[in-house]
């Protein structure tokens, strides 16, 4: 659909929300995006107590609900986080309806850039510190529940790895995937003191960040749950996290990674801190081929669903997301990749 066709159906709907009806009278602006799961729409000329306001409109559930459900489970992320200070202020939803198959989210527009790294890397740290304080409630429902960070973020990792013989992969690259696999399936096995869980952001790679008024604002809470933080730190820093948005793509000497750890752990109770450091060395191996299979999985959706579909994304987004993808499933890269992970030190993350 043309952003033209979309805008007059967001009118619409807007106009049947009582709470939202003034954005139906001012201009709204399609604003360039680099994820795959939303389209953006800047609200002009009006602000809710101040706040200048963006729509954001899903076209994928990533977690594969319906859309109400995951219309209601990104507002319930966006409440919750808000109290952190660390996340956009939340105005809103519009329902699913014809032409909004999921319907929509009214947020707080955040001006300011994406995070310049290694730079801004102590100011993520300490926006993730402050969602992962936030006060953890009884009735945790809708956000779904990691308990046990490593058996759940096997499950995803199963079921992206599930793509790979369509996938087209280089001979060594699925092998190494296979390894990789039993290296998750061995850390599954190993014994350690749970933490406290904590709200997480799940989807914290750097270019879900905007910088704006000395604070990393995180701006994406669609895979937001209840967790282990060291999800969060884990794809702060990985290469396939800094390296894939394009407008603040950098690659991580391996003292930014030390660096930013430290600056978390300053940040945060010492007994979480303690608590976390024996989950950090495995959950970046996780969380690194949670990454990875999820690229794998990309390279058969794009292909063949609608809502993953590449001739939704603005071309040279798309072109983009083809090229990084590439590299992050190249043999080679997997190597690199590996190797760094098994060099890390647990004194790297003291």
């Not at 039993?182 to 850390?187: D, H, N, P, T």
């Not at 979480?272 to 794998?296: E, G, I, M, N």
């Amino acid at each position: 659909m043309s952003d033209p066709a979309l805008i007059e159906i967001l009118r619409r709907a807007l106009a049947g929300v009582p709470r939202l009806a003034g954005l139906a009278e001012v201009p709204l602006a399609s604003l360039p995006g680099r994820g795959v799961a939303h389209d953006h729409f800047a609200a002009e000329g009006i602000t809710f107590d101040g706040v200048p306001v963006v729509l954001r409109v899903p076209r994928v559930s990533q977690w594969g609900m319906a859309p109400e459900a995951q219309l209601a489970y990104e507002a319930a992320a966006f409440r919750r986080a808000e109290p952190s200070g660390a996340t956009p202020r939340f105005f809103g939803t519009v329902p699913a309806q014809p032409g909004l198959a999921m319907g929509a989210l009214a947020v707080e527009r955040i001006a300011g850039p994406k995070p310049l790294l290694p730079r801004d890397l102590p100011l993520i740290a300490q926006s993730l510190a402050c969602i992962h304080a936030l006060p953890v409630p009884a009735e945790r429902a809708p956000l779904l529940v990691h308990a046990d960070p490593i058996a759940e973020t096997l499950k995803a990792i199963r079921e992206q790895a599930a793509f790979a013989r369509e996938a087209g992969l280089a001979p060594r690259a699925a092998a190494a995937i296979n390894a990789e696999l039993a290296i998750a399936e061995s850390l599954a096995l190993t014994a350690r003191p749970a933490p406290a869980l904590t709200l997480t952001g799940s989807d914290t790679h750097p270019g879900n960040f905007l910088v704006s008024a000395g604070r990393a604002v995180f701006v994406d809470l669609e895979k937001a749950l209840y967790g282990n933080p060291a999800v969060d730190l884990a794809h702060a820093t990985l290469y396939t996290s800094t390296m894939w948005d394009p407008d603040c793509a950098a690659r991580l000497a391996p003292a930014d990674v030390a660096d930013f750890y430290a600056a978390y752990f300053a940040a945060v109770p010492a007994a979480l801190a303690a608590a976390l450091k024996p989950w950090v060395r495995p959950l970046r191996r996780l969380v690194w081929l949670r990454t990875l299979t999820w690229c794998v999985r990309w390279r058969v959706l794009s292909k063949r669903d609608d809502g993953w579909s590449k001739a939704r994304l603005a071309p040279d987004h798309a072109a983009h997301i083809e090229r990084t993808v590439e590299d992050y499933v190249d043999p080679d890269r997997i190597a690199a990749i590996r190797e760094g992970l098994d060099t890390e030190a647990d004194e790297f993350f003291a």
